[in-house]
């Protein structure tokens, strides 16, 4: 009987261990769009002790996280609003920010992932978070994000602000 038992429990933590390899190794498409968003977030954050290579450095990986052709729109009543078109733009709308602000800290919540049919395109609707250091206040903001699996690795082609009620 304690043979048994023991097999049991062998075979039960070695299913375990085999999920928690294989979710480890080869996570689901939402996962990684979840963290590659949550690098978004950190890379477009910055603190005033950043210096200059890298704050390069970090717009440069930030704008590797979006295609070539990508469209950002950010309508906010609170700021003003632009959008950019092409990593270009986008590099030049982050480094302008980051000479303008002393700090900035983004965050994303409550991202809900839906899949094309193809399973190569997807959009994210979340919401946006930001803070500068002593501001009372957050900039909340709605967003909708179409990625693209590009080479097997999901880009960001367009970010744009959703109109909420206010």
């Given at each position: ?16 261990l ?5 979710r ?16 978004v ?10 210096g200059?290579?890298?704050?390069m450095?970090?717009v440069?990986?930030?704008v ?6 990508t469209?950002c729109i950010f309508?906010?009543?609170d700021?003003?609003?632009w959008?950019?078109h092409?990593?270009?733009?986008l ?5 302008y920010a ?15 992932v839906?899949?094309a049919?193809?399973?190569?395109t ?15 206040d957050f ?5 909708k ?5 590009v080479?097997?690795t999901w880009?960001?082609a ?6 909420t009620?206010?």
């Amino acid at each position: 009987m304690k043979q048994w038992l023991f097999r049991l429990i062998a075979i039960a933590v070695l299913m375990l261990l085999c999920l928690w390899v294989w979710r480890t190794f080869f996570p689901s498409p939402e996962k990684i769009i979840r963290d590659r968003l949550n690098q978004v977030a950190k890379l477009a954050s910055f603190d005033s002790k950043e210096g200059d290579f890298a704050r390069m450095a970090n717009v440069l990986n930030l704008v590797g996280y979006f295609t070539t052709d990508t469209e950002c729109i950010f309508n906010s009543s609170d700021v003003d609003p632009w959008s950019a078109h092409g990593r270009d733009d986008l590099r030049g709308a982050a480094l302008y920010a980051r000479s303008r602000l002393t700090a900035l800290h983004v965050e994303f919540f409550d991202a809900t992932v839906v899949f094309a049919p193809d399973k190569q395109t997807a959009t994210v609707k979340l919401t946006v978070r930001a803070s500068r250091p002593g501001d009372k206040d957050f900039l909340v903001e709605e967003m909708k994000v179409h990625l693209r699996n590009v080479s097997g690795t999901w880009l960001i082609a367009r970010a744009e602000t959703v109109k909420t009620l206010t």
